[in-house]
């Protein structure tokens, strides 16, 4: 099933209340079905749920387009469009992070982070303005069934008003990401290779802002010309702003500093080397 194109998504909540509170709606019973689609299980798992339960009619996979996904994100996301037979909408604002951070003159990172609301959440509510009328139409998030994921529905719920969300996936028991995969696997599905990478979640091509010092360092192992750009953009942007600031942060006793990716290239690069060396010792 081929996408449709509109050149009008697990984000910090609440950069969502920067939208204006939106006026009171006489709700009615729903026309429209709008899954929030990520490219991610979880979303996917809501998507499959959903179509189950109401069919694919009037149903819509709404996912936004980044410019710096994992193309085997796209191929999934086509197989589960496929499979429900439900049809896929991609939206986008047309730079990528590296991009956007330039135009706003702000290095995202894991406490804000820009591309969220500019490159996801406004192309999103954009289409649903268009396409979507409030008073008839359903939201649908699959965020995943855990502790740490379930006391986010509140705010969800809330920022995303005058829109209706539901969240398919939290009514059952708590379910580790591996049992979602199989769940994947039990539909015929093949998994986003990211997962099967050893990373988390299956977005921004494993380069996501908001990931800890862990991710990066895997993703200098597993993607390193990934790696090397952020690295380089991230340099760039801090040469031409004049300003050191950093994407990471590294906090010891009770100072908090940027953490260049360079620095911590270089840092990790030192403790393989001498890992492999105590490896090689141990053998002789």
Request: charged residues 25%; contains cysteine.
């Amino acid at each position: 099933m081929n996408p449709t194109a509109s050149s009008c998504d697990q984000t910090p909540d609440e950069e969502l209340a920067l939208f204006p509170a939106p006026p009171p709606v006489q709700y009615q019973d729903p026309e429209q079905h709008v899954i929030q689609f990520s490219g991610g299980v979880g979303s996917a798992l809501a998507a499959i749920a959903i179509a189950g339960r109401i069919g694919p009619t009037h149903m819509t996979l709404l996912i936004a387009n980044t410019q710096v996904e994992d193309p085997d994100l796209w191929r999934f996301a086509h197989d589960v469009s496929a499979l429900i037979e439900v049809p896929m909408v991609i939206v986008e604002d047309g730079r990528d992070p590296w991009q956007l951070f330039r135009d706003v003159g702000f290095l995202g990172n894991n406490f804000f982070a820009p591309c969220t609301k500019y490159l996801k959440q406004i192309p999103c509510r954009n289409w649903m303005t268009e396409h979507a009328p409030p008073e008839t139409s359903m939201v649908y998030v699959g965020i995943e069934p855990t502790k740490k994921d379930r006391p986010r529905a509140e705010s969800i719920t809330r920022n995303w008003s005058p829109w209706r969300v539901e969240y398919p996936l939290l009514d059952g028991p708590d379910c580790p990401k591996e049992d979602l995969l199989a769940e994947l696997r039990a539909h015929g599905l093949t998994p986003p290779r990211l997962y099967e990478l050893g990373f988390p979640h299956n977005n921004c091509g494993g380069s996501c802002i908001r990931a800890g010092q862990r991710q990066w360092k895997h993703l200098l192992d597993v993607f390193p010309e990934r790696f090397a750009r952020a690295e380089r953009e991230e340099q760039a942007f801090r040469a031409d702003n004049h300003k050191n600031v950093a994407i990471l942060k590294r906090r010891r006793d009770n100072v908090t500093r940027p953490l260049p990716l360079a620095e911590l290239r270089r840092e990790h690069e030192a403790d393989k080397a001498q890992a492999n060396t105590a490896a090689a010792t141990t053998r002789a």
